[in-house]
């Protein structure tokens, strides 16, 4: 079974800050990884997805790398807003099942002013 | 464009009642997926459709739920004699298509029914 772990749990920094957020998984054998950011009572947004053949992903102050072999994959957040709070969440899909996400427990990130 | 909606917003209901939540896909989009929420956690994986098929229900967790999407479009997930522990979130999501091209693969979510047992 696929397990995804995300570390840490939350975090409180002050605007400005460069972040690190990380995920890992138990199986390498994935087909893809995304990036979803969700805020209180909302759904969850894509930020960015990586194919398993690739090694990053930028999209505005977000790059997020994948290390297929090793499990791990990281979300860097440049230059925090207020703005940037929110939980995110990492989650993978597997060739096998079609496309079904599994789940990290998502990282609750407070940037304050 | 319209994005994924889900209805109702809010449910309460009484332990034993059953229920109905509603999933509006983006229109064109052949994937459609079933997630449940509980407070605190990732999302957990409960069915997935391409068009009308069911292709994957292995994570319903009793035989209490049921999906469907009968003309490929609209899907409705039902819940029958709810208990405490089924009160979550439960969130839609579709895409265009699985297997193809990256950008068509990002599933885009809905803003998700909060369902209370009491």
């Known amino acids: 079974k696929q397990e995804v772990t995300q570390i840490p749990a939350a975090l409180s920094v002050p605007e400005g800050e460069n972040l690190v957020l990380n995920c890992s998984f138990t199986?390498?054998?994935?087909?893809?990884l995304q990036w979803f950011r969700q805020d209180p009572g909302k759904g969850l947004t894509s930020l960015l997805l990586?194919?398993?053949?690739?090694r990053e992903q930028t999209s505005g102050r977000l790059n997020a790398s994948l290390d297929k072999s090793s499990g791990r994959s990281t979300l860097y957040i440049a230059a925090s807003q207020p703005g940037d709070s929110a939980t995110y969440l990492c989650a993978v899909t597997r060739g096998s099942t079609l496309g079904r996400l599994y789940f990290g427990r998502g990282t609750q990130l407070t940037v304050w002013p | 464009g319209a994005g994924v909606s889900q209805s109702p917003r809010y449910k309460v209901a009484k332990r034993g009642q059953d229920v109905a939540l509603r999933c509006d896909p983006i229109?064109?989009?052949?994937?459609l997926f079933w997630y449940q929420q509980a407070l605190g956690q990732g999302p957990e994986f409960l069915t997935y459709f391409q068009n009308e098929a069911q292709l994957d229900k292995s994570g319903l967790p009793s035989d209490r739920f049921f999906a469907e999407r009968p003309e490929g479009s609209v899907s409705t997930l039902k819940i029958q004699r709810t208990q405490q522990e089924d009160s979550a979130v439960y969130l839609c999501?579709?895409?265009?298509?699985?297997?193809?091209?990256?950008?068509?693969?990002?599933?885009?979510f809905g803003p998700g029914t909060r369902l209370l047992v009491l």
């Open positions: 229109s064109g989009h052949v994937s």
């Open positions: 199986d390498s054998a994935i087909y893809n």
């Open positions: 990586i194919q398993s053949s690739q």
């Open positions: 999501a579709s895409s265009l298509k699985h297997g193809t091209r990256a950008n068509q693969e990002t599933q885009y």
